[in-house]
């Protein structure tokens, strides 16, 4: 910045002193009178050194007017040409009294062409400074989608996976009133998962009951947590099991594995099983989410 100011601070000193110089020139007192009044005082002091010194001498009178006589105008008093004139002109523009005058006249060409310049110069600069601006606000967000990327490419590859990786029933695939469930978690991640809780829902027709979850406790990476749930078909009734068995009926489960990352982000993993006789739960699909919604309390209908 400093650079490109005394680049563009040159010319307006130049102008300055531009300025300076023609006002001094203008205003500066001529010494010397014009040539043709030189020369009227030349003649007059030779008159008046050759005329012997004499008294005042007759008085000549004018010439008494004639009437009849008209005046004719004399050979050289005809029209002069339009060249002689526009001749005239030039001499007097160009005459030395004038010089002052246009040497204002090329110091205010030069002061404007020196302000376009400067003008130009300036526009320009904000231009490349727009672009300038233009090509930090690009790089800054750049740069702020990389390291969002970089983040969340950490985010997954460090933080804690857990999901459900088996459910069987502890009658070889028959559901029994005293049937156990025993529902396997392993946390796949590279870091611990804490807080993890376990919900278990199981739905037959339009009726759910929703089994109350241990306390919350934390997986490290790559470890296996086993929770059974004993006694979870009370609710059903005679036909409900004979509907299993028979195939009329499909019992499911649906599986909620809350729990917390290193990086303090509250995952959700569910896992929707249904009971085939003879095979015991089969795990249908799973689906994984970040920020999950709070838990709904659910009922027995």
């Known amino acids: 910045m400093g650079c490109w100011a005394r680049r563009y601070n040159a010319p307006m000193r130049t102008l300055l002193i531009v300025c300076f110089v023609v006002?001094?020139?203008a205003q500066s007192?001529?010494?010397s009178p014009p040539p043709r009044?030189?020369?009227e005082q030349?003649?007059?002091a030779n008159r008046k050194e050759g005329e012997p010194q004499e008294g005042p001498g007759p008085t000549v009178l004018p010439p008494a007017p004639n009437p009849g006589r008209?005046?004719?105008?004399?050979?050289?008093?005809?029209?002069r040409p339009a060249n002689e004139k526009t001749?005239?002109?030039w001499e007097k523009a160009l005459a030395p009294e004038t010089w002052s005058n246009w040497a204002l006249f090329i110091a205010a060409g030069v002061a404007a062409a020196i302000a376009l310049r400067t003008l130009n110069a300036i526009k320009e600069q904000a231009r490349i400074a727009r672009l300038g601006l233009s090509a930090t606000r690009v790089a800054a967000n750049a740069a702020k989608e990389s390291a969002s990327t970089a983040k969340r490419a950490l985010e997954i590859t460090q933080s804690a996976d857990v999901s459900v990786i088996a459910i069987t029933s502890s009658d070889d695939g028959r559901i029994l009133p005293g049937s156990v469930i025993e529902i396997v978690a392993k946390n796949h991640g590279r870091t611990r998962a804490e807080g993890v809780t376990i919900n278990n829902s199981f739905s037959i027709g339009d009726r759910t009951i929703t089994i109350p979850p241990p306390p919350p406790f934390f997986l490290p990476a790559e470890a296996v947590h086993s929770m059974q749930t004993g006694q979870a078909f009370h609710w059903l009734a005679e036909?409900?099991?004979?509907?299993?068995?028979?195939r009329k009926s499909i019992l499911s489960l649906l599986v909620e594995v809350r729990y917390q990352d290193v990086f303090g982000v509250d995952q959700l993993f569910k896992a929707h099983a249904a009971f085939?006789?003879?095979r015991g739960f089969v795990i249908a699909g799973n689906e994984s989410s970040a920020n999950p919604p709070e838990v709904q309390e659910g009922k027995d209908t």
Do not use: H, M
Not at 70 to 79: I, L, S, Y
Not at 241 to 246: K, Q, R, Y
């Open 239 to 246: 036909y409900d099991f004979a509907g299993i068995e028979t």
């Open 37 to 39: 009044n030189r020369a």
């Open 23 to 25: 006002i001094s020139f």
């Open 87 to 89: 001749d005239q002109v």
């Open 29 to 31: 007192p001529q010494s």
């Open 276 to 278: 085939l006789v003879g």
């Open 70 to 79: 008209v005046d004719q105008p004399a050979a050289g008093d005809k029209k």
């Open 42 to 44: 030349t003649q007059t």
